[in-house]
């Protein structure tokens, strides 16, 4: 009889991910508060920040793992498919982080010259995107530099922590990891909507309002959130 692994293998990559995305949210969340502090004593809106901040976190972390928690963990039920099943996991979580760290390292030119995190519309508004490329790299060199190192040392520490030599070696065993798709994915719904009561309205940048500020508000989501969301939008109201 063939191996099997027990669905908290892929349990432990959910949660690496869930952690180390929260961790870095949080911490840049932090920094951008120290930035615009003079703003969030004025408007008395520091404690909502973090609470807010950890709902919209919690919501992309949702958007992101959805797919790879439900199908990847029902693909990994069978020998066939276990490499499929790898791939879409590793894919999606490593291209979700990429993400994250991509747009919120572009997150503080956007904060100093519009006030506001990117979105598609801000990035598409853009006419020159190489001529704001190139201003950026003649006024902000050290700090872009800093920036695309760390964001590299951060992918490459957790694609190590991702163990791919270990990484479903053999399949998952299926009523271990039936169960995990069906209340990973249900976990992933809840924190998408940022309540247990599917029947209310879903989550949305609309619920950033902890303030009269508008820079304030937007300090309390995050850059990859108001991306997707502002990608998705226009299929949401077809």
Not at 65 to 83: A, D, F, Q, W
Not at 91 to 107: Q, V
Request: with cysteine; charged share 10%; glycine share 6%.
């Amino acid at each position: 009889m063939k191996s099997t692994l027990p669905a908290t293998h892929l349990l432990r990559h959910f949660l690496l991910f869930v952690l180390t995305v929260v961790f870095l949210l949080t911490l840049i969340r932090a920094a951008y508060g120290l930035w615009q502090f003079p703003r969030l004593d004025e408007t008395n809106a520091l404690m909502p920040l973090f609470l807010q901040g950890l709902r919209f976190d919690l919501a992309l972390i949702g958007l992101v793992c959805l797919i790879p928690v439900v199908l990847g963990s029902l693909l990994s039920m069978s020998e066939g498919t276990r490499g499929l099943a790898k791939f879409v996991i590793t894919s999606f979580l490593m291209l979700g982080l990429l993400l994250i760290l991509t747009l919120e390292l572009i997150t503080p030119w956007f904060v100093q010259n519009q006030g506001l995190r990117p979105d598609v519309a801000l990035m598409g508004g853009i006419e020159n995107p190489v001529a704001a490329l190139q201003v950026v790299v003649q006024e902000h060199p050290i700090p872009l530099v800093v920036g695309l190192v760390l964001c590299a040392l951060i992918l490459i520490a957790f694609w190590a922590r991702l163990e791919m030599k270990r990484f479903l070696r053999y399949r998952v065993a299926a009523p271990s990891a039936l169960m995990l798709a069906i209340v990973g994915g249900l976990a992933c719904v809840i924190a998408i909507w940022s309540t247990p009561d599917l029947r209310q309205p879903a989550f949305s940048p609309g619920d950033s309002l902890i303030s009269a500020d508008s820079t304030v508000n937007d300090m309390a989501m995050n850059s990859a959130y108001k991306t997707l969301y502002s990608a998705a939008l226009p299929l949401l109201n077809k």
